[in-house]
Structures are given as structure tokens and as C-alpha cells.
């Protein structure tokens, strides 16, 4: 009998330390601390300061819409905009994940994959402030230093920044205009275009 009592306890330790991973695991995916193992995705590196789940939405919509390439390429934010996890408008997309952490943090760079991304995006976070500028440049410069050849789109907001930018190692260089995100959606989809 106590042997047949142990089993089942357990049994019932090992259920709920199973079930008790789980949540843990979905709860860290759910705030931006899962190590994602992706491969040929879109990394958006920051997110727009002001309602950047609805831009982010509008993005990605376009994006899935626009090409058959790209209709189910899953996305990775890595950004410290979302504390608390992804907001509403993206929370119930499967193809966007959110990695917490910072550009100039070479371990987020590494968990966010961009080894193995398709296409780097890098958003100013504010379109009207030039030294949003300087960020950007630094994100190019270390993304090339770590040898990524993939596409990098990059935000400039100040045009006289634009060649340096593009000498830094941006593929594609887009005015930040939070009303079209048909501009970067562009400069992803047909990188022959300006």
C-alpha cells in the first residue's frame, strides 16, 4: 500500500512540475525573455516610442500581405519598449515574438538570432529627433562587426546622415513615417527600389 501511495504522489509531483514549466515558460515567452531559436526571420531592432503596437501591426500586416516570400516569415522585436510583454495588437499574432533587451548588448543580439535573420530593421524610435540618427548608426556599425550580411533597413531621420548611414553598412535607408509603413514594408519586399 505505501509503495502503491509513493508511486502516486510521484506521479503527481512530476504532473505538476511538468504543468508548472509550462506556464513559467509561456509567462517568459509572454514578457520578452525566451531564448528564440529562429532562422531566416525579420529582427525589428526598438519599436516607435508613440503607439508602437498599432504601428508594429500595421507593419506587419502589410508585410504578410505584400509578397508570397513574406506572407509567413515570423518577426522578432528586440526592444526594452514592452516591459510587460508584447502589447494587445500583437499578442495573438503567432508569426511576432518579442526578445527584452538592448542593441548594444551582444548576448540579446545573439538570442535574437541576427546571425541567421532574413532582414534587420532598424526603427527610430522617435521620427522627428536627428539623434535617433547616431543610435542607428551604432546599431549598423556592430551588426556589420559581428560579419551579418543580411539586408539591414534602417530609419534615418535627418537626410544630410543618409550617406553615412549607407557607409556604415545599411542595405536600404527609409524616412521614419509613422502614417506609412508601406515604406519599409517596400524597402523589405523590393530591395532594388528606392
Known amino acids: ?29 509572454r514578457r520578452g525573455e525566451w531564448r528564440w531559436f ?3 526571420h525579420i529582427v525589428f531592432v526598438n519599436a516607435p516610442a508613440d503607439e508602437p503596437g ?15 516570400n513574406f506572407a509567413n516569415v515570423p518577426s522578432l522585436n528586440l526592444t526594452e519598449a514592452f516591459p510587460d510583454g508584447l ?9 511576432i515574438v518579442q526578445l527584452k533587451g538592448r542593441f548594444d548588448d551582444p548576448a540579446a543580439l545573439e538570442a535574437a538570432g541576427v546571425d541567421g535573420a532574413r532582414v534587420l530593421v532598424i526603427l527610430a524610435e522617435q521620427e ?3 539623434l535617433s540618427d547616431s543610435r542607428t548608426f551604432d546599431i549598423i556599425h556592430r551588426l ?17 546622415n543618409r ?32
Do not use: W
Not at 6 to 21: D, R
Not at 54 to 68: I, P, T, V
Not at 87 to 95: H, V
Not at 144 to 160: L, Q, S
Open 128 to 130: 522627428g529627433e536627428r
Open 54 to 68: 498599432d504601428y508594429l501591426r500595421r507593419l506587419l500586416d502589410q508585410l504578410h500581405r505584400s509578397h508570397a
Open 87 to 95: 502589447p494587445p495588437d500583437l499578442e495573438d499574432d503567432p508569426l
Open 163 to 194: 550617406e553615412r548611414l549607407k557607409r556604415a553598412g545599411a542595405s536600404a535607408i527609409v524616412r521614419p513615417l509613422r502614417g506609412y509603413p508601406e515604406i519599409i514594408v517596400r524597402a523589405i519586399v523590393a530591395p532594388g527600389n528606392k
Open 1 to 29: 500500500m505505501l509503495i502503491y501511495l509513493s508511486g502516486i504522489f510521484l506521479l503527481t509531483q512530476a504532473g505538476g512540475a511538468f504543468f508548472e514549466f509550462r506556464i513559467l515558460r509561456r509567462e517568459r515567452k
Open 144 to 160: 556589420r562587426e559581428r560579419g551579418i550580411t543580411a539586408r539591414i533597413v534602417a530609419e534615418c531621420v535627418d537626410d544630410m
Open 38 to 40: 529562429m532562422r531566416d
